[in-house]
């Protein structure tokens, strides 16, 4: 196995396991399609929230690709994920701008105040933690993003306010 | 085309790329990611060149070269750009030259030494662990330069689909499936990515430490398991294989190899091998160590006293699909000649007979019509009880390429599911036993549609009124019915087929191992007829071989009722050459078979057997019964490589040499005659086969004097038309395709070519007929029996080598509704009970993989023998007994 291999096993919720179910029925309007793994694995994200193992499976079996080629894709876009997704997606920009005026300190206040690490996902699947390389607002850094809101001049101490928006 | 390079002009054919054309004129250019098989990739850069006119570098291997280019490749600016792409290459990881199992074959190694390059410049990346965890391939991704030609290979060229890049950038791996341990992955260690890797990162785990590749010598030979007729090197280290690679550009494997051939030559090697002669102790009982003058007198002495007492037809003989041509054609001789009875014959009967029977009646001729290098042409093919990917693993790679590249739609009909069947367009299970009710079934449909080759029937074909008639009774309701085949599927399949422009039929035990195997065999031959498919490219009735020369030891006449080149014996003319050729009168009629030798001699009425390389104990119906057959035999003699349990209970053993011991012609499943070359002594006191036949019969009075394997070639050549224009020197490295009549001919890539054999095909009406034995309250299952891919025939090969046992074990495969209603569980032990005995083994059950009312049991092992529960019964014609449907009862333990 690669380094990069995720080892950690999540147990997949009950809504997780019905939405997989409906997936599979929409999995099946793709079957014999040349070129459906990308936009299937697209859909597949979008109703999950993230791509499980099993999942992966599925539609190795369904397109009939081979098993290698649908995890070669997956782990190849950054788009995808096979982590489970926050509700909420917090990215922190650690451009070249941002950076010089406090970002990883704020990155820091963030891993610690949710206690999770840079692609982690909260246990209770609220907040996921990424970061992002300028969203091209160099003159309010540090710039974070929450899903798509933009906030400004963060600062750590700034952060507890942010989060209790969505909670 | 005349290309210029380093100032120096070359001439070269258009569409070569630049560095196939300096590969061909001696021009060293460093590469890495190019491979001849797996193609262009324009990876690695490690092959970059300078082309006038061209901006910046090029890379040699995927730019075609045009009139008048021209290219420098050892310019400062080219060298240094190569020098980095090497010196990044050797950064990435630890490449430890010292201990790599791969040192002095390695492309990194030999690019690095080309370049100069002492020491890689930068630091390295974090340290990866090897991956162990499969039983014949290491993978370490340390080593890895991730060139893609494992990829390539394991996805376009085998077809097996395990490899594949993950991640990205700097985290780039090849990873298996979704990054799990190769060992707990699909792979089927058929080893295509080891042959592949240029460097140490993919290697043969039981290879490792035994001698470097510059100390081991090399020989190509074939590979001695199935039919497909692989062609394999054997790297010899002293006396020992250490290492067996595929031959790249072989005409049936192309490099290709399945796990038994690339990783189970434990054999040749074993301490288990035979040594020296035995005989059996008259008063201890006991197989004593004997001289080979005793044992020879012995056996001599016995035979005489038998063929004067008992007349020459009291003795039988055994020939063998695992010994050449030319000891299968002396053999057959022996027991003509020399004992003077027709009473040969060899394991075919229990293979193909009736394909041999089928198609020659059908055809004039009773081999596989086309060839394997042309699956690919074949817009349909239906493959019917056949487990290719399996059994014949090399030709199963070929037919799920040309379905992967769409080039080939699949129909798959098998009792029970098949790899292929996920690559399959239609894909259903038949009862067991009810082909020819659904062979009749969709051609009923296609003379229903018009779906057929109405002027191919008309102009080459007899009898069209007579099939018709027949199958006009096979209404789909009804085939339905018989087969467990929706109407639905019935008519998808009869159309597809019948709509094609070329369809092929692959098939194997599953059509030929039963009561109605010649039925079976001549419905197929009505189908292919039907639809025009003989004669043509990519078409035919492709009947697959299971031993590496049952082919040849038919055609060399190790059959009871025809001389070499099916000549009968019956045949006045045919009797009178043989007589003039071998200078004594023979009998004309027409001998036993295997099955009826070994009935006859547990009767009393055969006293004698001589067996070279077979193991009837094992892999014939209803063991309890041979075995009793054979111990009573009065005298039996066995030649083999192992003491096998037909060995164990013998009068007298004859310790044989093995493929990788022996010159000489082997002929596979395609009719391609290719040569074995000896690569190791034979250890101890064992001889080849024809050495042990020739001194057998000098002292039985015969005066033969071959000296090499050769002589009886090129006697043999001479009274077998097919093979007349047949040598080992014109043999070479590609093989020839019988017939092959004269010097001059090329060969033959495929049969009945505007003309069929015996000159119209001959079209038969058949009637469905129901397997023997069919399952009832006492033994409400279907036993189906067969192969696994790991594992060959009675095992006395591949179990010597230790990780093929640990893959394939003994099992009974139950569908997930059976298993339920009986409580058993994937895993459980189970006891299987036929009318004929019982045995022990283990349950394997899950989804999808046989449906309910049928069993499976492969048949390799002698702690679970299948055929302690098969069902003897015979096709009428043919002779080959039924075992691919009885009845039994499963219990848990």
Same mark, same amino acid.
Request: charged letters at 25%; a neutral charge.
């Given at each position: 196995?690669?380094?990069?291999?995720?080892?950690?096993?999540?147990?997949?919720?009950?809504?997780?396991?019905?939405?997989?179910?409906?997936?599979?029925?929409?999995?099946?309007?793709?079957?014999?399609?040349?070129?459906?793994?990308?936009?299937?694995?697209?859909?597949?994200?979008?109703?999950?929230?993230?791509?499980?193992?099993?999942?992966?499976?599925?539609?190795?079996? %369904?397109?009939?690709?081979p098993l290698a080629k649908v995890y070669g894709v997956a782990t190849f876009y950054h788009f995808f994920t096979m982590m489970p997704r926050g509700k909420h997606l917090i990215r922190i920009c650690l451009g070249t701008a941002c950076y010089v005026r406090g970002s990883k300190e704020v990155l820091a206040a963030f891993k610690k105040e949710l206690g999770i690490d840079v692609g982690g996902t909260t246990a209770d699947r609220k907040f996921t933690l990424e970061i992002g390389r300028c969203f091209g607002a160099c003159g309010l850094a540090p710039v974070i993003m929450v899903n798509d809101d933009t906030h400004q001049r963060v600062k750590p101490s700034k952060?507890?306010?942010?989060?209790?928006?969505?909670? | 085309?005349?290309?210029?390079?380093?100032?120096?002009?070359?001439?070269?054919?258009?569409?070569?790329?630049?560095?196939?054309?300096?590969?061909?004129?001696?021009?060293?250019?460093?590469?890495?990611?190019?491979?001849?098989?797996?193609?262009?990739?324009?990876?690695?850069?490690?092959?970059?060149?300078?082309?006038?006119?061209?901006?910046?570098?090029?890379?040699?291997?995927?730019?075609?070269?045009?009139?008048?280019?021209?290219?420098?490749?050892?310019?400062?600016? @080219?060298?240094?750009?190569?020098?980095?792409?090497?010196?990044?290459?050797?950064? #990435?990881?630890?490449?430890?030259?010292?201990?790599?199992?791969?040192?002095?074959?390695?492309?990194?190694?030999?690019?690095?030494?080309?370049?100069?390059?002492?020491?890689?410049?930068?630091?390295?990346?974090?340290?990866?662990?090897?991956?162990?965890?499969? &039983? +014949?391939?290491?993978?370490?991704?340390?080593?890895?330069?991730?060139?893609?030609?494992?990829?390539?290979?394991?996805?376009?060229?085998?077809?097996?689909?395990?490899? #594949?890049?993950?991640?990205?950038?700097?985290?780039?791996?090849?990873?298996?499936?979704?990054?799990?341990?190769?060992? &707990?992955?699909?792979?089927?260690?058929?080893?295509?990515?080891?042959?592949?890797?240029?460097?140490?990162?993919?290697?043969?785990?039981?290879?490792?430490?035994?001698? *470097?590749?510059?100390?081991?010598?090399?020989?190509?030979?074939?590979?001695?398991?199935?039919?497909?007729?692989?062609?394999?090197?054997?790297?010899?280290?002293?006396?020992?294989? @250490?290492?067996?690679?595929?031959?790249?550009?072989?005409?049936?494997?192309?490099?290709?190899?399945?796990?038994?051939?690339?990783?189970?030559?434990? +054999?040749?090697?074993?301490?288990?091998?035979?040594?020296?002669?035995?005989?059996?102790?008259?008063?201890?009982?006991?197989l004593k160590p004997a001289s080979w003058e005793d044992a020879i007198e012995l056996v001599a002495k016995k035979f005489k006293k038998i063929k004067k007492e008992n007349g020459p037809d009291a003795i039988g003989g055994l020939a063998s699909a695992k010994v050449t041509n030319e000891e299968n054609y002396i053999f057959q001789k022996f027991i003509r000649s020399v004992i003077g009875t027709n009473n040969v014959d060899h394991c075919a009967r229990l293979c193909h007979a009736s394909t041999v029977v089928g198609l020659a009646s059908a055809f004039g001729s009773g081999a596989m019509t086309n060839n394997i290098a042309e699956i690919d042409k074949a817009e @349909?093919?239906?493959? $019917?009880?056949?487990?290719?990917?399996?059994?014949?693993?090399?030709?199963?790679?070929?037919?799920?390429?040309?379905? *992967?590249?769409?080039?080939?739609?699949?129909?798959?009909?098998?009792?029970?599911?098949?790899?292929?069947?996920? +690559?399959?367009?239609?894909?259903?299970?038949?009862?067991?036993?009810?082909?020819?009710?659904?062979?009749?079934?969709?051609?009923?449909?296609?003379?229903?549609?018009?779906?057929?080759?109405?002027?191919?029937?008309?102009?080459?074909?007899?009898?069209?009124?007579?099939?018709?008639?027949? @199958?006009?009774?096979?209404?789909?309701?009804?085939? #339905?019915?018989?087969?467990?085949?929706?109407?639905?599927?019935?008519?998808?399949?009869?159309?597809?087929?019948?709509?094609?422009?070329?369809?092929?039929?692959?098939?194997?035990?599953?059509?030929?191992?039963?009561?109605?195997?010649?039925?079976?065999?001549?419905?197929?031959?009505?189908?292919?007829?039907?639809?025009?498919?003989? %004669?043509?490219?990519?078409?035919?009735?492709?009947?697959?071989?299971?031993?590496?020369?049952?082919?040849?030891?038919?055609?060399?006449?190790?059959?009871?009722?025809?001389?070499?080149?099916?000549?009968?014996?019956?045949?006045?003319?045919?009797?009178?050459?043989?007589?003039?050729?071998?200078?004594?009168?023979?009998?004309?009629?027409?001998?036993?078979?295997?099955?009826?030798?070994?009935?006859?001699?547990?009767?009393?009425?055969?006293?004698?057997?001589?067996?070279?390389?077979?193991?009837?104990?094992?892999?014939?119906?209803?063991?309890?019964?041979?075995?009793?057959?054979?111990?009573?035999?009065?005298?039996?003699?066995?030649?083999? $490589?192992?003491?096998?349990?037909?060995?164990?209970?013998?009068?007298?053993?004859?310790?044989?040499?093995?493929f990788a011991e022996k010159d000489g012609l082997f002929t596979n499943t395609e009719r391609r005659v290719q040569r074995l070359n000896k690569a190791v002594a034979s250890p101890g006191e064992a001889k080849e086969d024809w050495i042990i036949v020739q001194d057998l019969a000098n002292a039985m009075g015969a005066k033969w004097k071959y000296q090499t394997a050769c002589d009886i070639q090129e006697e043999l050549v001479t009274v077998t038309p097919q093979y007349g224009g047949i040598s080992w020197k014109r043999v070479g490295t590609k093989g020839l395709q019988w017939p092959c009549p004269n010097p001059e001919h090329p060969g033959t890539s495929y049969l009945?070519?505007?003309?069929?054999?015996?000159?119209?095909?001959?079209?038969?009406?058949?009637?469905?007929?129901?397997?023997?034995?069919?399952?009832?309250?006492?033994?409400?299952?279907?036993?189906?029996?067969?192969?696994?891919?790991?594992?060959?025939?009675?095992?006395?090969?591949?179990?010597?080598?230790?990780?093929?046992?640990?893959?394939?074990?003994?099992?009974?495969?139950?569908?997930?509704?059976?298993?339920?209603?009986?409580?058993?569980?994937?895993?459980?032990?189970?006891?299987?009970?036929?009318?004929?005995?019982?045995?022990?083994?283990?349950?394997?059950?899950?989804?999808?993989?046989?449906?309910?009312?049928?069993?499976?049991?492969?048949?390799?092992?002698?702690?679970?023998?299948?055929?302690?529960?098969?069902?003897?019964?015979?096709?009428?014609?043919?002779?080959?007994?039924? +075992?691919?449907?009885?009845?039994? *009862?499963?219990?848990?333990?």
């Open positions: 196995m690669s380094n990069k291999k995720c080892v950690c096993v999540h147990e997949l919720t009950a809504d997780e396991k019905e939405k997989i179910k409906n997936f599979g029925q929409i999995l099946d309007d793709y079957k014999g399609k040349p070129g459906a793994l990308i936009p299937v694995l697209q859909i597949a994200q979008k109703m999950i929230g993230y791509l499980p193992g099993s999942v992966l499976k599925m539609i190795s079996k %369904g397109l009939h690709e952060i507890k306010e942010i989060l209790a928006q969505y909670k | 085309m005349r290309v210029t390079i380093d100032g120096n002009q070359y001439d070269a054919p258009e569409g070569q790329t630049i560095l196939e054309i300096a590969k061909e004129n001696g021009i060293k250019i460093p590469s890495l990611c190019y491979h001849v098989k797996t193609g262009q990739a324009g990876k690695c850069r490690a092959c970059v060149v300078e082309v006038e006119g061209m901006k910046g570098l090029q890379t040699s291997c995927t730019v075609k070269a045009k009139e008048g280019m021209k290219i420098l490749t050892a310019t400062d600016k @080219v060298r240094d750009a190569q020098r980095l792409v090497i010196d990044l290459l050797l950064s #990435s990881g630890r490449h430890d030259c010292l201990s790599c199992e791969k040192n002095g074959e390695c492309e990194l190694q030999e690019a690095a030494y080309f370049l100069g390059i002492e020491r890689p410049s930068f630091k390295l990346g974090e340290k990866i662990q090897p991956d162990n965890s499969s &039983e +014949f391939i290491i993978r370490d991704n340390e080593k890895c330069i991730k060139c893609g030609r494992c990829i390539e290979g394991c996805n376009n060229t085998v077809v097996n689909e395990v490899l #594949s890049f993950g991640y990205r950038s700097n985290d780039t791996a090849v990873v298996c499936d979704d990054d799990i341990l190769m060992g &707990e992955s699909s792979c089927v260690q058929c080893g295509e990515c080891s042959q592949l890797c240029p460097v140490g990162a993919i290697i043969d785990r039981n290879s490792i430490g035994k001698g *470097r590749p510059w100390e081991r010598k090399q020989t190509n030979t074939v590979c001695a398991y199935c039919g497909v007729g692989c062609q394999l090197t054997l790297h010899t280290s002293g006396n020992r294989v @250490v290492k067996v690679t595929g031959v790249e550009g072989a005409p049936c494997n192309d490099g290709m190899l399945c796990v038994k051939g690339r990783y189970g030559y434990d +054999f040749v090697n074993s301490k288990e091998r035979l040594t020296v002669p035995l005989i059996r102790d008259e008063k201890t009982k006991e @349909v093919a239906l493959i $019917i009880g056949s487990n290719t990917t399996e059994a014949h693993p090399v030709i199963g790679s070929y037919i799920k390429r040309a379905a *992967r590249q769409g080039k080939t739609k699949l129909i798959v009909v098998d009792p029970k599911w098949i790899e292929l069947a996920d +690559f399959a367009e239609i894909y259903v299970n038949q009862r067991c036993g009810s082909d020819v009710a659904f062979l009749n079934g969709i051609m009923h449909i296609m003379i229903e549609n018009g779906w057929y080759d109405k002027d191919y029937v008309k102009e080459r074909c007899e009898n069209f009124d007579e099939l018709k008639t027949e @199958v006009k009774k096979y209404t789909p309701e009804k085939v #339905s019915k018989l087969t467990n085949i929706s109407v639905k599927d019935l008519n998808a399949i009869a159309k597809m087929f019948g709509q094609a422009k070329t369809a092929a039929v692959f098939y194997s035990m599953g059509i030929t191992q039963h009561t109605t195997g010649t039925d079976n065999v001549w419905s197929v031959a009505n189908l292919q007829m039907l639809c025009g498919n003989i %004669g043509i490219p990519g078409g035919g009735v492709n009947a697959l071989r299971g031993q590496a020369n049952v082919q040849g030891a038919c055609d060399m006449g190790a059959l009871p009722n025809v001389y070499p080149g099916y000549q009968p014996v019956n045949n006045p003319q045919a009797q009178e050459k043989f007589e003039k050729a071998w200078g004594v009168k023979l009998a004309n009629k027409v001998g036993l078979t295997v099955t009826e030798q070994l009935k006859y001699a547990g009767e009393g009425k055969i006293k004698a057997l001589y067996i070279m390389g077979e193991n009837p104990v094992l892999s014939d119906p209803d063991m309890n019964h041979v075995k009793e057959a054979l111990e009573k035999t009065e005298f039996l003699v066995v030649q083999d $490589i192992f003491l096998t349990e037909t060995a164990t209970i013998a009068d007298v053993v004859f310790p044989a040499a093995s009945h070519k505007d003309k069929f054999a015996r000159g119209l095909g001959l079209m038969k009406a058949i009637p469905f007929k129901e397997p023997a034995e069919l399952p009832d309250d006492e033994y409400p299952l279907v036993l189906t029996t067969g192969r696994v891919l790991e594992q060959f025939h009675t095992g006395t090969m591949t179990r010597k080598t230790e990780g093929l046992n640990n893959l394939a074990g003994p099992k009974i495969t139950i569908s997930q509704e059976d298993a339920k209603k009986l409580g058993i569980k994937d895993g459980d032990r189970v006891r299987v009970i036929s009318r004929r005995g019982e045995i022990e083994t283990c349950a394997e059950v899950g989804e999808k993989l046989i449906p309910k009312g049928t069993t499976f049991i492969p048949f390799h092992y002698i702690e679970a023998a299948a055929n302690i529960l098969t069902n003897p019964a015979l096709d009428p014609v043919a002779k080959i007994p039924e +075992f691919k449907a009885c009845a039994v *009862r499963v219990e848990k333990i």
